[in-house]
């Protein structure tokens, strides 16, 4: 499934200007079904084999989105206003298994599994940034990030 980046950034483009702005999914795969379209080959045309591959992807979303709700009260003025944290259930790790999730509390027991978890989260922060480093309004969130970074390097450093 390899395509030119190039070109089918220019089909895109045409899409673009074709719908006067926005593109959708669906405006990707009915461009794409065309087989002279850069955009084909990255499409499963295989009815069979998309339909597995989308019940996998429905199973990811569960896996990805099923959430533990902590009512915090740990001082005096929570226990009258106590805030609500959603925390996701499962975090996906590497073991000695192969890949897949597992409860969050089982994760954060691990140290493997933890320094797995903070690397996750620095690559999806500094991806974050990457999307809006034109915002300068963000400014000190982007500084924190990278004070972030520094402590968990020299904690990895130091291990």
């Given at each position: 499934?390899?395509?030119?980046?190039q070109k089918v950034g220019q089909e895109?483009?045409?899409?673009?200007?074709?719908?006067?702005?926005?593109?959708?999914?669906?405006?990707?795969?009915?461009?794409?079904?065309?087989?002279?379209?850069?955009?084909?080959?990255?499409?499963?045309?295989?009815?069979?084999?998309?339909?597995?591959?989308?019940?996998?992807?429905?199973?990811?979303?569960?896996?990805?989105?099923?959430?533990?709700?902590?009512?915090?009260?740990?001082?005096?003025?929570?226990?009258?206003?106590?805030?609500?944290?959603?925390?996701?259930?499962?975090?996906?790790?590497?073991?000695?298994?192969?890949?897949?999730?597992?409860?969050?509390?089982?994760?954060?027991?691990?140290?493997?599994?933890?320094?797995?978890?903070?690397?996750?989260?620095?690559?999806?922060?500094?991806?974050?940034?990457?999307?809006?480093?034109?915002?300068?309004?963000?400014?000190?969130?982007?500084?924190?990030?990278?004070?972030?970074?520094?402590?968990?390097?020299?904690?990895?450093?130091?291990?």
């Open positions: 499934m390899k395509a030119d980046a895109l483009e045409g899409l673009h200007e074709q719908h006067e702005g926005l593109v959708t999914p669906q405006d990707v795969v009915d461009a794409a079904r065309d087989e002279k379209s850069e955009m084909h080959p990255l499409i499963e045309w295989n009815d069979d084999a998309a339909s597995l591959q989308y019940r996998r992807q429905q199973g990811a979303y569960i896996l990805r989105n099923i959430m533990i709700v902590v009512r915090s009260d740990s001082d005096e003025q929570e226990k009258h206003d106590p805030k609500i944290i959603h925390i996701r259930a499962l975090v996906n790790a590497t073991t000695a298994e192969g890949r897949g999730y597992m409860p969050i509390e089982v994760g954060m027991s691990s140290e493997v599994i933890r320094t797995q978890i903070l690397r996750t989260a620095l690559s999806e922060l500094n991806a974050w940034r990457n999307k809006y480093h034109l915002l300068k309004e963000l400014a000190e969130v982007f500084a924190a990030i990278d004070e972030a970074e520094r402590e968990f390097t020299g904690v990895e450093l130091a291990a």
